[in-house]
Structures are given as structure tokens and as C-alpha cells.
């Protein structure tokens, strides 16, 4: 029976919604071919039909990923939002949910060691959520907005990286506390 045009899309989106999340669960490299295209109910044969490789499904799966972030930043809407943004993301829920949870924190260091492409999507994903941050800043001038979004971003990411490497709770929650204080202390 041959797929049709629409099928093949539906599996091929399927497979990139299934890499996304266990990519960001697991890393890059903490899932084979197998178990991804398992994952989205397919089989490893029909792979190679949809990605070049592994790395290519990778950059894309980040991008896909990457995505969702700016979609979720990018409700934010008002200084208020803000705020209920940065506790959203500091939460202990964020922190232990990392299939669902932001890319950037999940992947930021399997990124660091993958391939231009995985890099480049990283880059533009960054540039897209300062894109959307920036605006909601107190600055009057862009390049204060920037540099405003870039240390947030960087902030935010940092804590909730480090409250998911650090296997102790109490430090966990001291990282996301201190880091979402100082966030909100600097929105004036």
C-alpha cells in the first residue's frame, strides 16, 4: 500500500514531536534511532526517508523545540506576564519536567558539542526569543533591551539548569529562588 503525500507529513511531524521531547529528556545522544521512530509509531526503516541523519534530525528536532519556546515566551503580553513568566519558569515543576520544559535548559549542553546546523539552531532560537523578550523590558533604548534580554535569558537558563544538576532540593530551590528574585528586582 503506497503512503500518501499528507502520511508521509503526518509521521514525518510525528517523528519531530517525539524527538523533541525525548531529546530534551534524554540528550542527544541518550536515545537511538530505534526508540525515537518507536516513539512516533513508526519503524527504523522509514527513517532515512524523512531525515539525512541522525544529526539532521537533531538540528530540526532542537528547532521544532525552539519553537515551542518562543510560542510559550511569546504570551508573556504585559509587564505582569512577565513576572507570572519568570515564576513559571523558575518553578519546581519546570525543573523536573524536562521533556516539556524549555529546550535551552535541556539541551544547551549536548548543543555545545553537536553540529552547525544543531548550533545554528540554537543561534536563532536565542535571536527569536530576545526578539520577543526585549520589547517587555523597562529600557528606553534597544540596545539596553538587549543587553537586558540577554542576561535574563542567560539568568534564567543558568538556574534551571544548574537546579537540575545539582540532585539536592533544597540547593535546587535556593538556585530558582535567588535567580527569580534578582530577575524580578531587575525589571524595576
Known sequence: ???TRAQVELNRE???DSAAQLF???GFDG???????????LTRGGFYGHFESKEDLAA??????????REHWGQLGDRAGLERWIKGYLSAAHGEHLGEGCAFAALAGDAARATPA???AFAEGVEELLAVLAPQ???AEPAERRQHALALLSSLVGALLLSRAVGE???ARELRQATREQALAALG
Open 1 to 3: 500500500m503506497k503512503v
Open 14 to 16: 510525528r517523528i519531530l
Open 24 to 26: 530534551r529528556e534524554r
Open 31 to 41: 536515545i537511538g534511532l530505534n526508540d525515537l521512530m518507536q516513539a512516533a509509531g
Open 60 to 69: 530540526q528536532a532542537s528547532r521544532r523545540a525552539l519553537a515551542a519556546n
Open 118 to 120: 544543531v548550533q545554528q
Open 137 to 139: 523590558l523597562p529600557e
Open 169 to 171: 532540593p533544597g540547593l
